[in-house]
């Protein structure tokens, strides 16, 4: 059978190491453990991005940080400053600290001097050459992509405490050569049952808490979503239960075994599990996966019907919301559309520093957490984040609102989305969802949203409303202005309050 570990496959994606030309400059993604960072090092990405870049930095949809127009000549400086700040892959496999912060410095990064911005393809070269067993610290970038809630360890209504669990699996992704083959977009879930999660993002592999008579144990999927009644995705399989489930000691063999069976068993053009999945059947996968385990390894029918029992609550990443520990909440806000200036990441710090636990968490909604607020802080910490801008109430329009780079930032672009998503706040109906995209690459959401505005031209789009047909849904009006959607998307959204109904 062909072996996916053995193909380099080149990637077009950004990443620390690998910076990306794009229309206002290059991209510099900077992946983020649980979307975690401390207060110093969002100071160092805020200093960063005003000395080589142009002083913007984007949240993604990943919860990451990606800094924005970097100058041709700063790349190596940037990244240099980035990897001491602790920002870069482990160094060397498994390599973590006591309090499980991931290590790496500059020196350690050996093919740093070696980045070329100018040439994505070939990001791998350096896989090749790497000793057995070891992985290339580009490749290392590109492998960590594990999801948890952003409230995770905090959340009241959480099952499992992710944040170790998240840590080691961070760990394994980078610890073994092989796992290089791994597509960038490769991502895993890991759902502790917190009320503030992302469950419309298909994963590779999903793994979420469930509470079983004699203690919590792990139900996983593969190329999906956790099922939950409150997670209407078209894209996603959100009906299809559970695979199975082990206890949170196993997870990480479990974790180990899949990717491996993966890589024994896709093709070289293969790169996501639902590629692999259309020509596998799960159980053939399952009882491949359980030669890598010592523990049993098949499907458990009792769990086809499976739910996540907690309902989700994206709106509780924007306000104050109380933490498990009583007396501490979480402050929460949406920086318009994704993005900061480096002036506003440095105030948040502060405002990490001087009233919560001295870190941010970023979230899959581009926005940002600041957790351990104490409740008598919260009102000033929130007073705070609306005077730097940033949208703190989910009745505010602009937190309904994504948009991809657009045409200032983008040369695929058909139309300055960011500028037209500002336009459409002002007229934007109550309570819909909406994404503008410059192309059908979809950039800005890795689900389907409500409603997607498709730019044709400057300044009109096509208008897709999600259901059951693949990509952004079906197409209910082409070439619009953002008037013109505008006062379409409010009988579409509330049928109930159009003319002819009453
Ligand atoms: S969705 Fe298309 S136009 Fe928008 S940033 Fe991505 S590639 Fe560019």
């Known amino acids: 059978m062909p072996d996916a570990a053995l193909v380099l496959r080149p990637s077009a994606c950004p990443g620390l190491l690998r910076i990306v030309a794009a229309r206002d400059g290059g991209i510099c ?31 993604t949809n990943r919860a990451n940080l990606q800094v924005r127009g970097v100058r041709s000549g700063h790349e190596t400086a940037l990244i240099a400053m980035l990897v ?25 990064i050996s093919d740093t001097s070696r980045f070329d911005a100018a040439d994505a393809s070939n990001t791998r070269s350096t896989t090749a050459q790497q000793a057995p067993g070891s992985i290339s610290a580009s490749a290392a970038d590109d492998v960590r992509n594990v999801m948890v809630s952003p409230t995770a360890g905090r959340d009241p209504f959480a099952l499992f405490d992710t944040r170790l669990l998240c840590v080691e699996l961070l760990a394994l992704l980078q610890s073994e ?9 490769f991502a895993l879930l890991l759902d502790g049952g917190e009320r503030l999660a992302r469950l419309d993002h298909p994963h590779d592999v999903w793994l979420a808490a469930t509470q079983a008579e ?7 999927g593969l190329a999906g979503c956790p099922p939950a009644k409150a997670n209407a995705n078209a894209d996603a399989d959100a009906d299809a239960g559970a695979l199975a489930a082990v206890l949170p000691s196993q997870v990480i063999e479990l974790v180990r ?17 639902r590629h692999l999945l259309a020509t596998h059947p799960l159980d053939a996968l399952l009882q491949h996966a359980q030669t890598y385990v010592d523990f049993p390894l098949s499907r458990d029918t009792s769990l086809a019907n499976w739910q996540r029992p907690t309902p989700a609550d994206a709106a509780l990443r924007l306000g104050a919301h109380a933490q498990r520990v009583v007396g501490m909440l979480h402050v929460g806000g949406q920086p318009p559309l994704g993005r900061l200036s480096a ?14 636990n001295g870190t941010l968490r970023m979230t899959p909604w581009q926005s940002v957490l600041l957790p351990d607020i104490a409740a008598d802080a ?16 989910p009745a505010q329009p602009i937190t309904h609102l994504i948009a991809c780079a657009g045409s200032t930032g983008c040369a695929k672009s058909l139309a300055d989305t960011k500028a037209d998503a500002l336009l459409l706040a002002d007229r934007l109906p ?20 409500p409603y997607t505005l498709l730019a044709a031209a400057p300044g009109i789009y096509d208008l897709y409303r999600r259901d059951s047909q693949p990509g952004f849904g079906s197409c209910v009006a082409h070439q619009l202005t953002i008037e013109q959607a505008a006062d379409m998307l409010d009988p579409l959204a509330h049928p109930a309050r159009s003319p002819s109904d009453a």
């Open 29 to 59: 993604r900077i992946k983020l453990p649980g979307g975690e960072l401390s207060a110093l090092q969002a100071a160092v990405i805020a200093e960063v991005s005003e000395l080589h870049a142009a002083g913007v930095v984007e949240l």
């Open 214 to 220: 004699d203690g919590v144990r792990f139900v996983f």
């Open 378 to 393: 919260a009102p000033a910490v929130l007073a705070e984040m609306n005077a730097l801008g940033l949208a703190c109430d």
């Open 430 to 449: 109550d309570g819909v969802d909406v994404h503008l995209s410059g192309c059908p690459r979809s950039c800005a959401a890795a689900h389907c949203a």
């Open 84 to 108: 001491d700040a602790g920002l870069g892959p482990i160094p060397e496999a498994g390599a973590v600290d006591a309090s499980g912060v991931l290590l790496a410095t500059s020196a350690d």
């Open 343 to 356: 002036a506003t990441l440095r105030s948040l710090a502060t405002l990490a520093q001087q009233h919560g």
């Open 177 to 185: 050569a092989r796992f290089a083959a791994l597509s960038p977009k």
């Open 257 to 273: 075994a899949l990717l491996h069976t993966f890589l024994d068993l896709a093709a070289p053009d293969a790169t996501r599990m």
